[in-house]
């Protein structure tokens, strides 16, 4: 890195990192409930029970294999300091919002101070954002940042093998970051007039072995958990794009909301003034995220939040460029001539453009406040408390439930999943209805009874199979109309009472 490379990065990288520390002291380890479910793969590598969520069980039930490859290995080398893997997933979430922060100041064909001034305001935006803050953990920060480092390195300085390099680990870490290669080198070769050759060998050359390998240890390259999902799809509560919206609603005020809207719509018209959309970098991402989102909505699986963070961070710095280039306008047009040239003049500008933004980094800013130190996914507190008390029954009994990433990494008894993740034959029980006799027949140990998922997962009302298990415990849930979640103990078949009370 050239020493003006590394000044232009200093001031936004002082104060993003300062913001990644504040955010980081306070979900630290934390993340959402899916993202448990890599973490237990992870874990289990980590500890010699091979890439597995219930070891002797070869199911990929995760759509990170790779990513969880690599926080077994970080956590293997820095257990001893304390650092294990759900702290290895804040600590690579936040470098990847970080570093995202940091690549517009990069950006060699916009003056300095415009490099740095939306660096800062898309970095906050970005660091601070309820819906980034819940989904610490995922491996989609990271591919966020992996994918828009390859398109800059490959297109903007010319370095295909370092491009591919990149991009081939984003798809090692979830293998839909594929549409990023091929949105990537379909740009180059538009541009070039000649295929990428030396991009698409250095993406393919580590991924092939990485899918041989997956086809050979479960029999398939592609997650169980897709099938899982799209068993969800057809009781999903509403259309796609609305729940996307109704997500965005809940993160964000309608006013801050509609304000986000704006200014990306007011950003992408001035990239288009100032630098056309034939620039590549803007091309490529572009067809990125258009084909993301179109993939996920004909593959036909429910919404998840953490598919569409690259679109709300395409938002992000849309928004902050909107802004500072509404503020610039205004600093040309209301200041006097001699003093909008000036420093100060340009000062003045982002300042407006902060103001601009406010209303959304003060409503993001008062959820860092309220939920300071507090888990983000309003579920980790009683599952990670109905985990640690199966965890404290001897041996080893299977589980049955629904939501298995929390309550499944802090327990550590084998589960079956009555989603289908990690367990396959529940998704053909769950097509012709027969999950209560998928129970009566694999006959585990305990059961989590979930009120929420009772209409869906109707097991125990089965005439005689609630008979087989009674309540050992409850544990208070203490969102809305959740209710208790209780767990069951199957009754020894001879007609005892039991070993636990």
Not at 28 to 43: C, E, L, M, P, V
Not at 475 to 490: N, T, Y
């Given at each position: ?199 698409a060998v250095a993406g393919l050359a580590p991924v092939v072995p990485g899918l041989i390998w ?288």
């Open positions: 890195m050239s020493p003006r490379v590394a000044r232009s990065l200093l001031i936004p990288g002082v104060a993003l990192l300062s913001l990644a520390v504040v955010v980081g002291v306070s979900f630290w380890g934390y993340s959402y409930d899916d993202a448990f479910i890599t973490y237990r793969y992870a874990d289990n590598l980590a500890t010699g029970k091979g890439l597995t969520y219930n070891p002797g069980e070869n199911v990929l039930g995760t759509t990170a294999p790779g990513y969880a490859v690599a926080l077994a290995a970080l956590s293997r080398l820095t257990r001893p300091l304390g650092l294990w893997v759900p702290q290895w997933g804040t600590l690579l979430s936040l470098a990847a919002l970080v570093v995202a922060g940091l690549l517009p100041a990069l950006w060699r064909a916009r003056p300095a101070p415009e490099r740095l001034a939306v660096s800062l305001l898309f970095g906050s935006l970005a660091l601070t954002s309820q819906w980034n803050v819940e989904l610490l953990g995922a491996e989609t920060l990271p591919i966020m940042v992996l994918v828009s480092a390859a398109a800059v390195v490959a297109l903007a300085f010319h370095r295909p093998v370092a491009g591919g390099l990149l991009v081939a680990i984003a798809m090692l870490f979830r293998l839909d970051a594929g549409l990023a290669a091929a949105s990537i080198g379909v740009v180059w070769w538009w541009k070039r007039k000649r295929f990428p050759a030396a991009f997956l086809q050979g240890r479960f029999g398939s390259f592609l997650p169980n958990s897709l099938a899982g999902k799209q068993a969800e799809y057809a009781v999903a509560a509403m259309p796609y794009t609305l729940a996307e919206w109704s997500w965005l609603r809940r993160t964000l005020p309608l006013v801050a909301c509609l304000l986000l809207l704006a200014l990306a719509f007011a950003g992408m018209l001035a990239l288009r003034r100032r630098a056309p959309w034939t620039h590549p970098i803007a091309l490529a991402l572009g067809l990125w995220l258009v084909s993301h989102e179109g993939f996920y909505r004909l593959v036909r699986v429910p919404f998840a939040p953490w598919y569409h963070v690259y679109l709300l961070n395409g938002l992000f710095f849309l928004a902050a460029y909107g802004a500072l280039a509404a503020a610039e306008a205004a600093r040309v047009h209301l200041l006097p001539e001699r003093l909008a040239s000036r420093w100060e003049g340009r000062a003045a500008a982002v300042l407006g453009a902060g103001l601009l933004l406010t209303p959304i980094l003060f409503s993001s800013f008062r959820y860092l406040e309220s939920h300071w130190r507090q888990p983000p996914d309003p579920r980790y507190a009683v599952y990670a408390e109905v985990g640690e008390f199966l965890a404290r029954i001897p041996g080893d009994g299977r589980v049955a439930m629904v939501e298995i990433g929390v309550v499944g990494y802090f327990s550590r008894k084998p589960i079956l999943d009555l989603g289908g993740l990690v367990s396959p034959p529940a998704i053909a029980a769950r097509k012709h209805g027969r999950l209560p006799a998928l129970i009566e027949e694999l006959r585990p140990c305990y059961l989590v009874d979930t009120p929420h998922f009772r209409s869906e997962y109707p097991v125990l009302e089965r005439p005689g199979l609630a008979e087989q298990y009674r309540t050992i415990a409850t544990f208070e849930d203490e969102r809305p109309d959740r209710g208790r979640i209780r767990v069951l103990e199957r009754v020894p078949a001879m007609g005892g009472k039991g070993k636990r009370r």
